[in-house]
C-alpha cells in the first residue's frame, strides 16, 4: 500500500488577498489512486480552522450509497488514511495497517463493498450475530445508569428496542445514530469526537482509576488482555511510572 499524506487541520495558510484557506483530503481517486484536494476559506484563521475540522468529519463519514463503487480493498486503504491514521496512536494505526496489507486485502480485497455493508435487498439493515463469541457478553454499569434506562424504557414499554426511532418506532438506522452523536456534541458546545472514541475515553479512564486490565479487557470484548495492553500502552506506562513513584516515596519513608 503506498503511503499517502492524511487529511488534518494543519494545512492553514494566509493568502495574498488576506483570507484564510484551509486544504485537506477529501479522498482519493478510484482510477489513479491520486489525493482529491478541497479548500475552505474564510476571514480569519480561527473561521477557517472551525471549517476545516467540519469539512474533515464530513470527509471521514462513511457513506454507504458509494458502496458499489468500492472494493473492500480500495475502501480500506481510503479508511486508513482518511480516518484512522490521523486520529489513532501510531502503534494502533500500524497495527490496523498490518491486518489490512496482510491478512484483508490479499484474501478478500477484491470483494465489492456493497456485499459486506449488511444491507438486505430493501436497503435496510440486516440484523444478524455478532461475528465473535466475545462480542456476545455480560457488562457491569453503575446503578444510575440502570435507573436511566428503566426511565427510558418507561417511555415506550411495547418496544423490544431501548432506543427506538421516534418516526418509525423500529431500530434507529446505524447512520442515524452518527447523525444524533454529532448533534449532542455540537448542542453541548463540545469539538469533534468519533462515536468509537467514547469507547476508548472509557476504557483510558477505567485504567487510569485502577481498574485492572483483565477486567477492562473482558468489558470490551477483546480476545485477551494482551491486546488490551497493547492498545492502551500510554495509559498502563503513565501507571507504572506512578507505581514506580509510589514505591519510591515508601522505600523512602522506610530507610
Known sequence: MAKKRANGEGNIRKRKDGRWEGRYTAGYDEKTGKRLIKNVLGKTQAEV???????????????????????????????????????????????????????????????????????????????????????????????????????????????????????????????????????????????????HDLRHTFATLALQNGVDVKTVSSMLGHFDAGFTLRTYTHVTRQMQESAAEKMGNFMAQVM
Not at 478478500?108 to 463469541?133: Q, V, Y
Open 49 to 195: 480552522k472551525e471549517k476545516l475540522a467540519k469539512a474533515v468529519a464530513e470527509a471521514e463519514s462513511v457513506d454507504v450509497r458509494r458502496a458499489d463503487e468500492y472494493t473492500l480493498g480500495t475502501w480500506l486503504q481510503t479508511w486508513y488514511e482518511l480516518y484512522a491514521k490521523p486520529h489513532l496512536r501510531f502503534s494502533t494505526a500500524e497495527y490496523y495497517r498490518r491486518g489490512i496489507e496482510l491478512h484483508i486485502t490479499p484474501r478478500i480485497g477484491d470483494i465489492p463493498l456493497k456485499k459486506l455493508t449488511g444491507r438486505n435487498n430493501a436497503g435496510e439493515p440486516d440484523i444478524t450475530r455478532p461475528k465473535t463469541e466475545n462480542s456476545i457478553r455480560k457488562i457491569s454499569i453503575p446503578q444510575d445508569a440502570v435507573d436511566l434506562l428503566v426511565a427510558e424504557h418507561q417511555k415506550h414499554p411495547g418496544s423490544p428496542w431501548m432506543f427506538p426511532s421516534p418516526k418509525t418506532g423500529e431500530m434507529y438506522h446505524p447512520d442515524s445514530v452518527v447523525n444524533i452523536h454529532k448533534k449532542i456534541l455540537k448542542d453541548a458546545g463540545l469539538e469533534h469526537l468519533r462515536f
